[in-house]
């Protein structure tokens, strides 16, 4: 299944990195939690960090219910955001071929309040795709901090991702220079976890949290 592509999704530069089927778009929101929210509110435009989680064409975003970012989407306004993973920093012999590698996504749509009743499993979604399993150890949020966080769900209507992999491009003539060449592959790595200071004696982080990864 793909996104429609219309003027506002297509890709024009290097169009052959672009995709625009939903396994790879998906395979890029489950990689990542963090997405930069775009909106604009009387012709000023936002881009606003923030953490998500997808359920299936659902993109779950929350905050607290005076949050500008959260004010507005509930109204319906078009919205965009962007998901980005940095591979690696891809050096060429000339400065102008310098690139990344990278997963990008950048999808469309618009967002509504999630109804009280479904407002938990949607929270239960975002934490999940943080950190597999920490929904099952914590306290449950209550009532009072329910009605403090609104949970907004951005339905996906049209969606692009990019990628780029492999070694620098670089011209002809330039593979003669002798300048070092390749790739600095990068990677989001989880240290060691850190005791929270009033941490109760004799409470130790499970296995999901000592095996974190990315
Ligand atoms: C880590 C990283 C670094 C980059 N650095 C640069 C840079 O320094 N300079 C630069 O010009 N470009 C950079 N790009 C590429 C940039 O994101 C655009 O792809 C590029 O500006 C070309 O856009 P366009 O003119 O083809 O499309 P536009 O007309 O800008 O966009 C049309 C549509 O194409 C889709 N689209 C465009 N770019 C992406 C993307 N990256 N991922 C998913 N969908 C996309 C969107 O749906 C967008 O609405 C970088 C990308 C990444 C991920």
Same mark, same amino acid.
């Given at each position: 299944?793909?996104?429609?592509?219309?003027?506002?999704?297509?890709?024009?530069?290097?169009?052959?990195?672009?995709?625009?089927?939903?396994?790879?778009?998906?395979?890029?929101?489950?990689?990542?939690?963090?997405?930069?929210?775009?909106?604009?509110?009387?012709?000023?435009?936002?881009?606003?960090?923030?953490?998500?989680?997808?359920?299936?064409?659902?993109?779950?975003?929350?905050?607290?219910?005076?949050?500008?970012?959260?004010?507005?989407?509930?109204?319906?306004?078009?919205?965009?955001?962007?998901?980005?993973?940095?591979?690696?920093?891809?050096?060429?012999?000339?400065?102008?071929?310098?690139?990344?590698?990278?997963?990008?996504?950048?999808?469309?749509?618009?967002?509504?309040?999630?109804?009280?009743?479904?407002?938990?499993?949607?929270?239960?979604?975002?934490?999940?795709?943080?950190?597999?399993?920490?929904?099952?150890?914590?306290?449950?949020?209550?009532?009072?901090?329910?009605?403090?966080?609104? $949970?907004?769900?951005?339905? +996906? *209507?049209?969606?692009?991702? =990019?990628?780029?992999?492999? &070694?620098? #491009?670089?011209? @002809?003539?330039?593979?003669?220079?002798?300048?070092?060449?390749?790739?600095?592959?990068?990677?989001? $790595?989880?240290?060691?976890? +850190? *005791?929270?200071?009033?941490? =109760?004696?004799?409470?130790? &982080?499970? #296995?999901?949290? @000592?095996?974190?990864?990315?």
């Amino acid at each position: 299944m793909s996104y429609e592509v219309t003027e506002r999704n297509k890709v024009k530069r290097v169009p052959q990195r672009a995709h625009y089927d939903k396994e790879t778009l998906f395979q890029i929101l489950d990689a990542g939690f963090l997405c930069h929210v775009g909106f604009v509110v009387d012709g000023q435009p936002f881009v606003i960090p923030t953490i998500y989680g997808r359920e299936e064409n659902k993109i779950y975003l929350h905050g607290a219910t005076t949050s500008r970012m959260i004010a507005n989407l509930k109204k319906g306004i078009p919205v965009s955001l962007t998901v980005t993973h940095v591979d690696g920093l891809v050096l060429a012999r000339s400065a102008f071929h310098h690139s990344m590698n990278y997963r990008s996504a950048v999808v469309f749509g618009t967002a509504r309040e999630v109804e009280d009743d479904q407002k938990e499993q949607a929270l239960f979604v975002v934490s999940e795709n943080i950190m597999k399993g920490r929904w099952d150890e914590v306290r449950k949020p209550n009532q009072k901090e329910l009605k403090a966080t609104t $949970v907004l769900s951005v339905e +996906i *209507d049209q969606a692009s991702s =990019k990628i780029r992999t492999g &070694p620098p #491009k670089d011209e @002809t003539e330039d593979y003669e220079l002798d300048i070092w060449a390749g790739v600095v592959p990068l990677n989001v $790595v989880a240290q060691s976890p +850190i *005791d929270d200071n009033d941490l =109760k004696d004799g409470l130790s &982080p499970s #296995k999901i949290i @000592t095996r974190y990864s990315i």
